[in-house]
């Protein structure tokens, strides 16, 4: 992969990696022109294409993939650079009852250097995020509480997945149950929760796949 990325390429990725890196969130086109010396956007844009064609960062879909406010640089990318992968800490979701959405302000921090071994994690072209658990209704999944999660965006869940649901009470962290008769609920790993109906407005965030609480 390495060679397969041009100078100029690697130069846009450090560049998004530093800007985050010192002020959480990409550059501006703006800011990417001078860092590598164009006067064109639409150099830059085409940039980002390759970037994002070859797996390395990810935008946000429609019109927002002519800004760079909203870039995520993939665990391939990271490898690209030599660096610790970086993903967005989004706040705090409940082990209990709903609480209130994710924060829309990102905090970056670095994931463990072991959770790095995880080929899953580090050959995937999928977003991921972490958040911070409240409450002991997933204890018996050994999620406690102030634990670190590390979520995956998806929209492929199967039954037994634990995954971030989020209505308009807020956000919760439960297992997804689909019955073989056709019944499809939240469930707790806490006898003394109940288990939560899933309702028409209700989104799933992403899917668990980490707790960087147990990583050492």
């Known amino acids: 992969m390495r060679e397969n990325v041009t100078e100029k390429q690697k130069n846009i990725l450090e560049a998004i990696y530093n800007s985050m890196n010192s002020f959480g969130m ?3 086109l703006a800011e990417l022109r001078q860092y590598i010396g ?39 990318g990271f490898q690209i650079l ?3 992968q970086k993903i967005p800490l989004l706040g705090v979701s409940s082990a209990g009852p709903f609480i209130e959405s994710l ?12 959770s790095l071994e995880n080929k899953k994690v ?20 050994g999620i406690n509480d102030g634990d ?4 995956k965006k998806t ?20 297992r997804f149950i689909a019955e073989s008769d056709g019944r499809a609920y939240l469930r707790p790993e806490n006898p003394a929760y109940d288990n939560m109906p899933i309702y ?7 899917k668990v796949i980490l707790n960087l609480s147990q990583i050492k």
């Open 26 to 28: 990409p550059p501006t």
């Open 148 to 151: 670190r999660l590390l979520v």
């Open 122 to 141: 580090m050959q995937s072209k999928e977003e991921f995020f972490a958040i911070q658990v409240q409450g002991d209704s997933m204890i018996n999944a």
């Open 82 to 84: 030599e660096k610790e």
């Open 38 to 76: 164009v006067q064109s956007n639409q150099v830059i844009l085409d940039i980002l294409e390759v970037l994002e064609k070859k797996g390395l960062i990810k935008r946000e879909a429609g019109k927002i993939k002519r800004k760079t406010r909203k870039i995520t640089i993939l665990p391939l």
């Open 103 to 114: 924060d829309t302000s990102i905090n970056w921090f670095s994931l463990p250097s072991t």
């Open 200 to 206: 028409e407005e209700m989104i799933f965030e992403g």
């Open 155 to 174: 929209n492929e869940f199967r039954s037994g997945d634990i995954v971030v649901a989020r209505c308009d009470d807020g956000t919760t962290v439960k």
